[in-house]
């Protein structure tokens, strides 16, 4: 890896990857953060000699795992102090359109294994094998979460009477 191939990746992968990482936190900041400590973690990595095959693909997965674990402190720290004042809400910038409004609500209303694998597949592009991968489960445990967000986003934004045959279909997006 050198310094073109991290120009590169700021500039295709590194907007995209730290608003969808963004979505499914709701915390555009701490989005930025994770995806930029992957990246130095890359840099680092390369720098002492490993080779990484994929850059999108690694910090990606190594943003994921960040983020998760930063969130999973959050909520002991949050429990520890006794201070659990309800879901956490996405602000977004004015202007935004009600639509968005209550996709973003809908996503947040997700377990979390499902936000992210819907972000991972519909947002970020990936293919279910990288969602699997970048989540740390199987194929099959990725199709389902897939298949059970689909189902829930459907009926949160009004359109329960698609999501009930869409199994083949969230399986095979964008050729993946």
């Given at each position: 890896?050198?310094?073109?191939?991290?120009?590169?990746?700021?500039?295709?992968?590194?907007?995209?990857?730290?608003?969808?990482?963004?979505?499914?936190?709701?915390?555009?900041?701490?989005?930025?953060?994770?995806?930029?400590?992957?990246?130095?973690?890359?840099?680092?990595?390369?720098?002492?000699?490993?080779?990484?095959?994929?850059?999108?693909?690694?910090?990606?997965?190594?943003?994921?795992?960040?983020?998760?674990?930063?969130?999973?402190?959050?909520?002991?720290?949050?429990?520890?102090?006794?201070?659990?004042?309800?879901?956490?809400?996405v602000a977004g910038p004015d202007g935004r359109?009600?639509?968005?409004?209550?996709?973003?609500?809908?996503?947040?209303?997700?377990?979390?294994?499902?936000?992210?694998?819907?972000?991972?597949?519909?947002?970020?592009?990936?293919?279910?094998?990288?969602?699997?991968?970048?989540?740390?489960?199987?194929?099959?445990?990725?199709?389902?979460?897939?298949?059970?967000?689909?189902?829930?986003?459907?009926?949160?934004?009004?359109?329960?009477?698609?999501?009930?045959?869409?199994?083949?279909?969230?399986?095979?997006?964008?050729?993946?």
């Amino acid at each position: 890896m050198d310094e073109r191939d991290i120009r590169e990746f700021l500039a295709g992968d590194y907007p995209r990857l730290v608003a969808g990482l963004a979505l499914a936190c709701g915390n555009r900041a701490l989005a930025e953060d994770v995806v930029q400590e992957a990246l130095a973690r890359a840099w680092e990595r390369s720098e002492r000699g490993e080779w990484i095959d994929s850059l999108p693909a690694w910090v990606t997965v190594v943003a994921t795992n960040l983020l998760r674990s930063g969130l999973r402190r959050l909520r002991v720290e949050r429990r520890a102090r006794g201070q659990l004042a309800g879901e956490p809400t996405v602000a977004g910038p004015d202007g935004r359109s009600e639509a968005s409004v209550d996709l973003l609500r809908a996503l947040g209303a997700l377990p979390r294994r499902q936000r992210e694998a819907a972000v991972l597949f519909y947002y970020l592009d990936l293919s279910v094998a990288q969602v699997a991968r970048a989540l740390g489960v199987s194929e099959g445990t990725a199709k389902s979460a897939l298949f059970r967000a689909r189902r829930a986003l459907a009926e949160a934004l009004g359109e329960a009477a698609e999501a009930d045959g869409d199994v083949k279909e969230t399986t095979d997006h964008a050729g993946h």
